[in-house]
Each structure stands twice: as C-alpha cells, then as structure tokens.
C-alpha cells in the first residue's frame, strides 16, 4: 500500500503527470512540502534527461516511476527501455562557481539529483536504465502508513 | 494530449524596467512560454529587467538556464537583470547552483526597483 507504480508518457507533457503524483504520494503519506519540492525537482531532472537522452531514439518508449517508503528513506526509482546512460558518470558536474560569462548551462539538473538525494544508484538492468533515488526523510514525516 | 498550462507570464511596466511575473511552474515543458515572453520584451527593446518570483512556486534546471542567459544578454547589451521575491525553496535552488553570487538577487519588489 505505500508503493506507487507510475507509467508516464514519455515526453515532456509527463511533468505535468509527475507533479500530480508526487502531490498525491506527499499527501497519502503526510509528508513535508520541502521534501515534495525536492523529490519533485529530483524526478523532473532524471526524466527530462531520460526523455531527452536515453528514450530519444527508442520504437516504443516506456518510462515507468516507482515511488515508496522504506523506514525513515524516500525511495523513486526511475526505469525506462532507451538506450544504456548513467547520468551520473556521463553528464558533467557543472562550475558552481564559475563567472556569469563563463557559465556553462547544462549539468545541473543531474547535480541537484546529487546534492538533494542521499544516494543516487544507476544500473542496467534486462537492456533498461534504472535510476534509483534514496532520501533520508526521518523527521519530515509523521506517523509513517505502513 | 493537452492541459492547461501551468506558467503564465504578466508583465508590468515601471520604467527604465519591465517587471516580469511568472506564476506558476517553470520546467521543460513550460520555458518556453518564458521564452515567448522575453523574446517580445528583446524585440521591443528591453534590456532592463526584474523577475518578481512571488506567484513563482517552482522551476526546474530548465528555467535556470534560461534565466542565466536572459541575464548575460543583458549584462552584454549594457543592460540590467534583477531576482526578486523567491520563495525559500527557490532561493535553495539559486544557492545550490550558486546563481546567489553571479546574479542579482533582492529579497523584495522595491529593494529591486531601488537597485535600477
């Protein structure tokens, strides 16, 4: 009863669908409004990334979301069929640091699945990406509904 | 298949500035009403700008770039790009990215218009 299997459309209409989800999982399980922007962030990035990259040149795209709760851990894992991309090895960290006119633009939505999750795990699994995500959310949640 | 969508962008004029109010969501699917909304204010030739982020309630890395670029065009074309009115989970966004130290960013609407 606390996991949440998703199917998405894979292009960038689903953002809309993930946003409702992830509201709907937030309030099922009474949890915090931060961690609801955070997971929000997080998932919108993988899947941005999943529908611009891995999916791009796939016959029959699938894209699946898992959200659940393990103890005092967020878990979302992402899996879709595109092609093999660890978006945590391939995309570079960007210069946080760096001057305006130097600023490269991409990279930092792969950054912020790294700053905000407490892991974040890449595997190929059966010719699919799978992306999971664990975020330690002991003390943002109240009685937990296992 | 088709929504509603979930950023709109108003404008106000306060001169030498146009003031641009997004509400709502900017992520991959929604820049590019953003987008729309800049160009229009290019075209006419405004290059002195303050985003008043208090109707925004969330943006992805997708915004931030292009609100990176809106403010390096300005900073080319010797105009000015102001932030205003984050709420405190954009404002982490802003820091993680460390977008604090390269752009201009005010805690309200009028420290912003001071700041012209």
């Known amino acids: 009863m606390n996991e949440f299997p998703i199917s998405l459309v894979p292009d960038l209409s689903s953002l809309g669908v993930l946003e409702q989800s992830v509201a709907d999982f937030i309030s099922t399980h009474d949890l915090d409004t931060e961690v609801q922007f955070r997971l929000n962030l997080m998932l919108d990035e993988l899947i941005t990334?999943?529908?611009n990259y891995s999916l791009?040149?796939?016959?029959?795209?699938?894209?699946?979301?898992?959200?659940?709760?393990?103890?005092?851990?967020?878990?979302?894992?992402i899996e879709d069929n595109g092609a093999a991309f660890n978006p945590f090895e391939e995309v570079p960290q960007p210069d946080t640091t760096a001057r305006l006119e130097d600023r490269q633009v991409g990279g930092l939505g792969v950054f912020f699945a790294k700053q905000l999750a407490d892991d974040c795990i890449y595997e190929r699994k059966n010719e699919r990406n799978q992306i999971t995500l664990r975020c330690n959310i002991g003390g943002k949640t109240h009685v937990g509904n296992t | 298949m088709s929504e509603t969508p979930k950023l709109s962008v108003s404008t106000e004029h306060n001169d030498p500035a146009v003031i641009m109010c997004p509400a709502g969501?900017?992520?991959?699917?929604?820049?590019?009403i953003l987008e729309g909304a800049l160009q229009e204010q290019y075209d006419a030739g405004n290059n002195i700008l303050v985003f008043d982020f208090e109707e925004l309630n969330y943006i992805s890395s997708a915004g931030l770039r292009v609100l990176l670029l809106t403010a390096r065009r300005s900073q080319q074309s010797g105009g000015k790009v102001i932030f205003c009115g984050l709420a405190e989970n954009i404002s982490q966004i802003f820091q993680i990215s460390g977008f604090n130290d390269i752009l201009n960013v005010?805690?309200?609407?009028?420290?912003?218009?001071a700041d012209l």
């Open chain 2, 25 to 32: 969501r900017i992520d991959g699917n929604t820049v590019s």
């Open chain 2, 106 to 113: 005010k805690s309200s609407r009028a420290e912003a218009l």
């Open chain 1, 49 to 51: 990334n999943s529908i």
């Open chain 1, 56 to 77: 791009k040149a796939v016959a029959n795209p699938e894209l699946q979301l898992l959200l659940s709760l393990e103890g005092e851990f967020l878990v979302a894992r």
